[in-house]
């Protein structure tokens, strides 16, 4: 048995964060973008010992914490009585986009992970539910609070209500032409360092209140990166590096900001090209996590 998937990595403009005492109920209100360059994920189920192999770009994966490990735990929680036995799983991602500067990765891991695994075992599952249990992980890894709902929902994304598919609700921004996403990385920041900060959360949310009503009163692609840019000024995450490439970009664009949480600035653009060197250049993806 097997079957792949495809999720869109997601940039994440402006957000809030919204903590609840039942996990499911957490997440982020806020906007973001979806790029046509994501995870591909297969998912391999043979009769076995019930072992588990995850492979990322050809490169074997020993970590136990990596989130499509999660996932996998997470699953065999979530249906029991049943168990996922006696199955080997064999899990390969691959993908282009780098880890660890604000992209959303993780989540197109574990909705590869979750969406695959329920697939092939034909678990009792709806694809909400599966795509729950991908935001669950990243919850508890601390590697993120919105990017699954973005990346399930595709385009322009608002996420008008924080949780999972299921429980949250998002919609997207319409374009009347072709859109390009340009973006460059200059380096790592830790994702669970800023959102379990009380003075990051405090510093985020105040900045971040108001702008998803702006955006919903004006919802077009320069509004969003408008208000992206302000959220990223009034947050002072960008380092004067950052700020610098995203000036740069800001001039042959729609408008141009950081992407949250990352040392990468991105801009919107109906135009390829860019004159930053290293640039990754995408389309929007406007149809969101799909299996393939």
Known sequence: MQCSVFAPSHITGFFVIKKHTE??????????????????TRVVVEDGEGRLKIVVNG?????????????RDMLEKRISPLNLGPFDIRI?????????????????????????????LKLPLTFNQACEVAHLAELELGSGLGDVMGEVHG????RLKEGPPGWGQADHILA???????????????TADIINSPQYQDIINRAGSKLLKLLLKNP???QFMLLSRRFADETQLMDEELREMVEIMEEE?????????GQTAFSISPDPDSSVEKALVTKIDNLGCRFL
Do not use: W
């Open 23 to 40: 996990a499911v109920l957490t997440g982020s209100r806020g906007a973001g973008v979806t790029l046509d360059q994501g995870v591909l």
């Open 59 to 71: 490169q074997i994966q020993n970590n136990q914490r990596f989130i499509s490990s999660i996932v």
């Open 92 to 120: 390969e991602h691959e993908h282009k986009i780098p880890v660890g500067f604000g992209f959303g990765v993780s989540a197109a891991c574990a909705l590869g992970a979750s969406l695959g695994i329920s697939s092939c």
């Open 155 to 158: 385009g322009i994304v608002l």
């Open 176 to 190: 009347d032409q072709e859109l390009y996403v340009i973006s460059r990385t200059l380096g790592e920041i830790d």
């Open 220 to 222: 077009t692609p320069a």
């Open 253 to 261: 664009s729609l408008g141009a900001s950081m992407a949250m949480l």
